[in-house]
């Protein structure tokens, strides 16, 4: 017998013991079943055998294998935030899903800039979760304006706006410019972050203050309580304030769970940045851009009048029409309507200076956002056009939140004469005149008094505030003070 029939032997009984289930029936590929029928081999059944009568809950994951599918699925595999469990949280759910179209409209709102959100807080390493807070803070809505004077879609009140550096004068407003206040929220976001350590934190003092969250925590650590923000003792506002952000968190990270379709947010640029010629009108400028003044005004929120300044200010246009507005512009530069600044004479009214330009008084209030009935102060400055037609200005300045309730304190404090009643030597009345620069609320006093339109309230508000006049005595009645202050008094 030979060395190799052994070996020959083994390989028979192998080929043997596996012959039958190789020529059994077809495998199904569904699912495994562990019983055997007679006459067939290891059977595949499909899993609508399987009788679980609890089946597990659905779990999120998001496969980081592959490329995110639009801006929402970024958001998702960014998420870095413990999350939140309250009954808070179920309200502020409850409270977005009973209104559809609202939340509809705001996610819409919210594909023009949550591209550039998203890429800012990836490039600081900073939770993308945070790309939701403009819809708890202004619902994507760059023109929100709150009763505590903040604005924007990150609602700056004006304190907090420059001490980030945002520019806010008669021409802009950077707390309503989508990059520059962008920048500045995420500049806010992480200074409070790191004296916290801690988002939730971090998010509380946004909202409240950092000095209000301090105090809080003090309070609990002395007391010997906890001083995490479900611990602390806070307003209503801010107590809901995490739990709005965690709601559309959770929304977001499952629509389908919740019925919500989330709108489509392709996964580059929705608009790039290109440098304006100052004195064109916001108008002409969508023209050149071949885009809708609507859209135009809502990618450029932070103008306050409807001509671009001279200065650093970008245009912001969509992504795919910034070649298109430099070559229209290059054609067309000495044909666009341009429009100057006048600095008000003494002489002029608002009639004088509207014929001299060739507008009507409307047109010329309207454009400068100056109330009905309001005057023109000398050294004032004024928009007025050097060509073209001014009804495309007059289009934007209808969009511009602030052209019709603008106050003449926004506007650069003008030189006026001020007028003081001085006595001289011999105790005669005598008026001069001074010419001064006043801070912006002298000057929007003395505009109103130079204007006529001072109010009983306003003249409360003003005497209340005013230190009397010390009336000067006779000498007989000086002498007699005097000796009352030296006589002691009777107890």
């Known amino acids: 017998m030979s060395v190799t029939q052994p070996w020959r032997k083994l390989f028979y009984l192998v080929i043997g013991l596996l012959l039958p289930g190789l020529v059994a029936h077809p495998v199904r590929a569904e699912g495994l079943n562990a019983s055997f029928e007679s006459g067939a081999g ?12 609890n089946p597990p809950s659905r779990i999120a994951t998001v496969d ?33 899903l009973n209104r559809p179209a609202y939340l509809k409209r705001v996610f819409e709102r919210g594909r023009r800039y949550l591209f550039h959100i998203v890429n ?69 976001l992480q200074t409070i972050y790191e004296m916290h350590g801690d988002w939730q934190l971090a998010l509380a003092s946004y909202n409240w203050g950092e000095g209000s969250v301090a105090r809080a925590i003090e309070k609990n650590r002395a007391a010997g309580l906890p001083t995490e923000y479900a611990y602390l003792q806070m307003p209503a506002e801010t107590r809901n304030y995490v739990p709005k952000l965690q709601a559309l968190k959770n929304i977001v990270a499952q629509p389908e769970l919740f019925n919500v379709t989330l709108p489509y947010v392709a996964n580059r640029p929705y608009f790039a940045t290109v440098e304006g010629p100052a004195g064109l009108d916001l108008a002409t400028a969508a023209k050149l851009a071949e885009t809708p003044l609507d859209e135009f005004v809502a990618l450029n929120p932070g103008y306050k009048r409807p001509v671009i300044p001279a200065g ?24 666009a309507a341009k429009w ?101 609320k002298a000057s929007a ?46 107890r």
């Not at 595999?77 to 179920?90: A, I, K, Q, Y």
């Not at 939770?127 to 929100?144: D, G, K, Q």
């Not at 924007?152 to 410019?177: A, C, M, Y």
Request: aromatic content about 6%; glycine content about 6%; charged content about 25%.
């Open 340 to 440: 100057r600044t006048y600095h008000v004479e003494a002489s002029d009214t608002v009639e004088r200076v509207a014929e001299r330009f060739g507008l009507s008084s409307g047109q010329l209030r309207e454009v400068n956002g100056l109330p009905a009935g309001a005057r023109l102060v000398e050294g004032q400055a004024v928009l007025v056009p050097v060509a073209g037609d001014p009804d495309g200005a007059l289009a934007a300045a209808r969009l511009l939140p602030d052209t019709a309730l603008s106050s003449t304190a926004a506007a650069p404090a003008p030189v006026i004469k001020k007028r003081v009643v001085v006595r001289d030597k011999h105790g005669r009345k005598k008026v001069i005149y001074t010419t001064v620069k006043p801070s912006t």
């Open 445 to 490: 006093r003395a505009r109103d008094a130079h204007a006529g339109k001072s109010t009983k309230a306003g003249n409360r508000k003003a005497s209340s505030g005013a230190k009397p006049k010390a009336r000067v005595k006779s000498p007989q009645k000086q002498k007699a003070a005097a000796k009352s202050k030296s006589s002691p008094k009777k």
């Open 312 to 335: 650093t200010q970008p245009l912001v246009l969509p992504a795919e029409k910034a070649d298109v507005f430099r070559s229209n512009l290059a054609m067309q530069a000495d044909d």
């Open 42 to 53: 290891l059977t595949v059944p499909s899993p609508a055998q399987l009788d679980l009568p």
């Open 120 to 188: 800012e807080l990836e490039r600081r390493g900073m939770p993308t979760e945070l790309a939701l807070l403009p819809m708890v803070e202004s619902a994507f809505n760059p023109m929100a304006y709150s009763r505590a004077h903040a604005s924007g879609l990150w609602q700056f009140i004006p304190s907090t706006g420059k001490h980030f550096n945002l520019e806010q004068n008669w021409w802009v407003d950077e707390r309503r410019d989508v990059v520059a206040s962008t920048a500045a929220a995420l500049d806010y």
């Open 64 to 96: 980081l294998t592959y490329d995110a599918i639009d801006v929402w699925d970024r958001i998702r595999r960014g998420f870095g935030m413990p999350d939140l469990n309250s009954e808070l949280v179920t309200e502020q759910q409850v409270f977005y």
